[in-house]
C-alpha cells in the first residue's frame, strides 16, 4: 500500500496545471497548397495532382529554321525534315538537344 501511494504522489507532482491547454503545434509545411517547386521534384504519381513529365516541343533547326515537333523523351535521334541536320540525341530519359536548337513547349 506505501508504494502505491508514493506513486499516486509522484504523479501529482508531475501533472501540469489542470485546466490550462497545451501550445497548438504547427505544421512545419503545408500539406494541402505545396509550392510549385515542391510539386515538381516529386514522383509524377505521388503529386497533390498526377501529371506526367514529359512532354512535346517545336524545335527549331538552326541551320534552315524549320520547325519539329519533338517529344521530350525521344528515343530516337531526330533529324530536321529539310536539312538532315540531328536536332536531339537520345538519353536514359530526356531527349538532349543539340548546340543552337531552340525549343518551346506545345500547349494543349
Known amino acids: 500500500l ?8 509522484g504523479a501529482q507532482f ?13 505544421m512545419v509545411r503545408d500539406l494541402l497548397h505545396p509550392s510549385a517547386s515542391e510539386e515538381k521534384r516529386k ?4 503529386r497533390l495532382v ?4 514529359s512532354f512535346f516541343m ?3 533547326c ?6 519539329t515537333t519533338v517529344f521530350s523523351h525521344a528515343q530516337t535521334t531526330v533529324l530536321c525534315g529539310s ?10 530519359g530526356k531527349a538532349r ?12
Open 58 to 60: 517545336d524545335v527549331k
Open 43 to 46: 514522383h509524377k504519381l505521388k
Open 14 to 26: 508531475h501533472s501540469e496545471v489542470p485546466g490550462s491547454t497545451p501550445p497548438p503545434k504547427t
Open 50 to 53: 498526377q501529371s506526367p513529365n
Open 97 to 108: 538537344l543539340t548546340e543552337g536548337c531552340s525549343f518551346r513547349k506545345k500547349l494543349d
Open 2 to 9: 506505501a508504494v502505491s501511494s508514493a506513486r499516486h504522489k
Open 62 to 67: 538552326p541551320g534552315c529554321f524549320n520547325i
Open 83 to 92: 536539312c538532315s541536320m540531328m536536332l536531339c540525341q537520345p538519353t536514359g
